[in-house]
């Protein structure tokens, strides 16, 4: 089956926004950076997604005339086989992926990016109920503190553990890196 993988809003956005930490940039990095690796290694095309405010001014980080919608430092180059521009959670509501992954005959996609429980898993859940087969790899995706609602909180590590174990059998195959690239290279 041909595979996609997506690296959503992995871009330089996020660092100015007041949640940012940069305390699991590093392990983030390296698993998103060995999952662009290995498929750049197997052929596997890669679809840049970046999340935009195409409205907003040179003081919203997420608007293009910002100059931060780019990669985020620290991210493997790679020759992206298209690159799309979102403006809602998913990559999959008005950039017109989708009909680029039916023209390529993509029939399974490896979800990977910023942020866990927001974008990718939007993505992930609406891929699953369009009829992709999907991969999440937890350890490619990078979140940031939250409160719960009694306003305790909500740890990065945890809220990947909950987004796993939401999707997993459901709307997903949740894998680590070297099993998802183990995966889709034994096809």
């Known amino acids: ?26 392990a983030f990095l ?7 690796e290995g498929c750049q290694d197997q052929g596997i095309p890669i679809v840049r997604v970046l999340h935009v405010s195409p409205d907003g001014d ?33 990559a999959l509501v008005g950039t017109g992926l989708d009909v680029w992954l039916v023209q390529q005959g993509i029939g399974r996609i490896v979800v990977s990016g910023i942020r866990t429980e927001q974008c990718c898993e939007t ?3 609406h891929a699953s109920d369009l009829g992709w087969q999907v991969l999440f790899v937890p350890e490619a995706t990078l979140s940031f503190r939250m409160s719960l609602p009694d306003g305790s909180p909500f740890l ?19 894998l680590g890196v070297e099993d998802t690239l183990a995966h889709v290279c034994a096809e």
């Open 1 to 26: 089956m041909r595979t996609a993988l997506l690296v959503i809003d992995v871009q330089e956005s996020f660092t100015r926004r007041p949640y940012f930490s940069d305390a699991d940039v590093p």
């Open 30 to 36: 390296a698993a998103q950076n060995r999952l662009i």
């Open 58 to 90: 040179a003081g919203d980080p997420f608007a293009p005339a910002s100059g931060l919608v780019r990669p985020l430092e620290g991210l493997r180059g790679f020759d992206a086989a298209t690159t799309v521009h979102k403006t809602r959670h998913s």
């Open 123 to 125: 993505t992930a859940r």
């Open 156 to 174: 990065p590590a945890d809220i990947r553990a909950r987004t796993a174990s939401v999707l997993q059998g459901r709307f997903a195959q949740v």
